[in-house]
């Protein structure tokens, strides 16, 4: 069997295996958790076409919950047509983020594939696939697997286009970027790290032309059209104007603290003003704790949102390696992974809010893809296996956190042996 054909198939199994791990008990806590209160209760008013959910002052829908207006619509509006079908039930609510969480990993073999081949795209969706965090926020009501998804796609289409500098190649790109801009607002780095880089792709083979607009227009366009249940509900162009004034100002909010809040860099519990650790995201030193369930007889249910560990760890190494080789080979498809990996970390540094582990969730694919290739350089050596090792490391610690990941009940006295640093409770 050909490495290409053996490949395809892995990556469905992997597929089949990673979604149905995500449906397992993700119907618990049987109730809104973490920021399910935002997203799950908007995405329902959006089921319910109520106007409270685009409005900033809106009273809350219940006690402990508020409309989620911060952030673009089209994420809910997924959300709300699954509520439409199964109903307002976890079920419901959870089920389209389980399904794009899981596309993650096609996506990112994909990626891995197009820009360094088959064993590179193997070891990197393996990866991506028992890397806890992204395992996490795919059975969870948010926006964030959305964004991720909507960005490996648009880098994918970039990489098509790096080969073949073809128009459909960079449309494709502009409307992933639409997407991924109508998912949340980060999708602004992609923009900007696409259209440079496709600029630069330009300039290099003396090819520049007006196609590169695409990626600012279109992606306009669809966040725009993306509010397209509030333009039908009769709101204007003035209102749209002041909910974003509003958006703005949530966002540069120095006055917020929570207990888990970070910067890429720092702890910051009590907010940017007050006292800061070191604890950068790279590392996974601080996560989030997601979810407490009192299953009774001193048994609990815990979800922490952190990251493997060991992937972290050891994918920086790899990112470190790669930036050195890029520096002296000028490797184009290695600098578009780096610029996809450090774009969406380095400049929430200057982030004017606290921020959370899972901001980082859409570099992750990337570090997939640079362990990826660095395991694939180091398997096509006499030390393959050393390879097919760290790999099956890393899926020890993820089925080793498991517990802690997904919720399953265990003993309250047991959890400090998932609590492998302090920084983590």
């Not at 459909?168 to 992609?190: M, V």
Request: net charge positive; charged share 15%; with cysteine.
């Amino acid at each position: 069997m050909s490495a290409k054909k053996f490949s395809f198939i892995f990556i469905l199994a992997l597929t089949i295996f990673s979604f149905v791990l995500r449906l397992y008990r993700f119907e618990e806590p049987n109730r809104y958790y973490f920021d399910e209160v935002y997203h799950a209760v908007t995405a329902k008013a959006y089921a319910d076409n109520n106007p409270a959910a685009y409005d900033p002052f809106a009273p809350a829908p219940k006690e402990g919950t508020a409309y989620d207006w911060l952030h673009p619509p089209l994420a809910k509006l997924i959300q709300a047509g699954s509520i439409k079908i199964f109903g307002d039930n976890p079920l419901g609510w959870r089920l389209p983020g389980a399904i794009f969480g899981t596309a993650i990993i096609p996506a990112t073999f994909v990626l891995a594939f197009l820009l360094f081949g088959p064993v590179a795209a193997v070891f990197a969706s393996t990866v991506i696939a028992f890397e806890n965090l992204t395992f996490v926020m795919s059975r969870i009501t948010m926006n964030d697997v959305f964004l991720t998804f909507f960005v490996i796609g648009a880098y994918i289409f970039t990489a098509l286009y790096a080969k073949s500098f073809k128009f459909i190649h960079l449309a494709g790109a502009s409307i992933f970027l639409g997407l991924s801009l109508s998912s949340k607002w980060p999708g602004l780095y992609a923009i900007g790290s696409i259209f440079l880089y496709v600029l630069f792709l330009q300039f290099k083979n003396k090819t520049l032309n007006f196609w590169p607009v695409l990626l600012i227009v279109i992606p306009i366009i669809f966040y725009v059209s993306s509010y397209g249940q509030f333009w039908a509900q009769g709101h204007t162009i003035t209102e749209f104007r002041d909910l974003h004034k509003q958006i703005w100002w949530y966002q540069n909010r120095h006055d917020l603290e929570h207990s888990y809040g970070t910067t890429p860099l720092y702890c910051v519990p009590q907010g940017l003003n007050g006292p800061k650790t070191w604890c950068p995201w790279i590392f996974d030193i601080r996560g989030v704790y997601f979810s407490y369930e009192d299953y009774g007889s001193d048994m609990a249910g815990y979800i922490y949102a952190l990251g493997n560990p060991l992937i972290f760890w050891v994918g920086i190494m790899s990112v470190s390696f790669l930036l050195g080789k890029v520096i002296e080979d000028k490797d184009r498809k290695i600098a578009l992974v780096l610029l996809g990996y450090f774009i969406f970390w380095v400049p929430w540094i200057f982030s004017p809010r606290i921020l959370f582990l899972y901001h980082y969730l859409p570099s992750l694919p990337f570090l997939a893809v640079s362990l990826g290739l660095v395991l694939s350089i180091i398997y096509k050596t006499r030390f393959k296996y050393i390879s097919i090792v760290i790999v099956l490391v890393f899926i020890v610690v993820f089925f080793y956190l498991y517990p802690i990941s997904s919720g399953l009940p265990l003993k309250i006295s047991d959890i400090d042996k998932f609590m492998w640093l302090k920084t983590w409770r």
